[in-house]
């Protein structure tokens, strides 16, 4: 499956933004949805999951803020954010985790900043 991710942008602290991750081939229902970051000079981190049961999963430092959501008849996936912060900035990825594999978009540069 390839993924392209799209939506990022500049946005002042407390705006909104959304992040979408279209897939050329179909989801499977079983496979595992993710958002991570990646902020200069730090590792990439897991913000957000999506599991079949519906299960939702946040890193602590967005939950309450994000949210992670998919529609299945457009093959999309998308991460919700709002009451954006500085330390928000990051590039973005989608990830589909699938048999023990991980497909990866190419990234979406997210800038939080006045």
């Known amino acids: 499956v390839q993924l392209q991710a799209s939506g990022g942008g500049l946005v002042q602290p407390g705006g909104s933004l959304r992040l979408s991750c279209a897939a050329s081939?179909?989801?499977?229902?079983?496979?595992?949805l993710n958002w991570y970051r990646q902020a200069p000079e730090k590792q990439r981190e897991l913000v957000a999951q999506f599991f079949n049961s519906g299960f939702t999963y946040y890193a602590d430092s967005v939950k309450g803020r994000f949210t992670i959501s998919r529609d299945s008849a457009k093959n999309t996936m998308y991460l919700q954010m709002n009451s954006l912060k500085p330390e928000d900035t990051a590039v973005y990825y989608c990830?589909?985790?699938?048999?023990?594999?991980?497909?990866w978009g190419q990234g979406t540069q997210v800038t939080v900043s006045s």
């Open positions: 081939g179909t989801i499977f229902s079983s496979d595992v």
């Open positions: 990830n589909v985790f699938r048999s023990s594999r991980n497909y």
